[in-house]
């Protein structure tokens, strides 16, 4: 339970800090909602979105999962996106992951691990894809790394394939996907330079007329 408190009493601390800096500040945030950004990234709780791109309270719109997966079955993750496009008017999509991550250390295992195989079947398949690469590492750990990278590029091109983001390019609105990849040793971003922003970018075969 000590824990437990420690969070409410954090959390009176940072109301009042917010209030001392800007006595408005959460009177305006109940009625400001404008993020041009949706963030998809890792549930991993190194990776807090907000602090890593310097973003405030009420800028970011975030989906969180295991291994930033945008997978096309999944209402919650698509109802997220559709939210973000349609409702709010984000102007950019971030898939963002990161090196070191759990959920692409257990994907390339062959051990089970319950509920949580069936999800990370879908990393499987990006293993699959690139199999031959992937074999051709023998560092464990570059290995995973570039699985990460690779698995980024796979969510950018299922978020693309979306009638979500090609109604939004249909209609002319402004929107830009984007791949970047978190270094916890370092803290800092890579951009993946991925940046996809009308239709013709992504195979004819996903493209919807």
Known sequence: MRLLQECFVANRK??????????EYFRRLQSLHKPEMLWI???DARLPPNEIIGRRSGELFVHRNVANLMVHSDLNCLSVLQFAVDV??????IVC???GCGGIETALDRKPHGLIDNWLRHVRD???????ELEGIDDPV??????SELNVKAQVANVCH????QDAWRRGQELTVHGWIYALSD?????LGLCVERPEQIPPPYQID
Do not use: F, K, Q
Request: net charge negative.
């Open 41 to 43: 990234g890792c549930s």
């Open 97 to 99: 992951g990161h090196y």
């Open 126 to 132: 990006v293993r699959m894809a690139h199999d031959d």
């Open 88 to 93: 709010l008017g984000v102007r950019h999509v």
């Open 14 to 23: 940072w109301a009042a800090s917010e209030l001392r800096d800007d006595p």
């Open 142 to 147: 570059e290995r995973v790394n570039r699985l």
């Open 187 to 191: 803290g800092l971003l890579r951009d």
């Open 162 to 165: 979306t009638t979500i983001v």
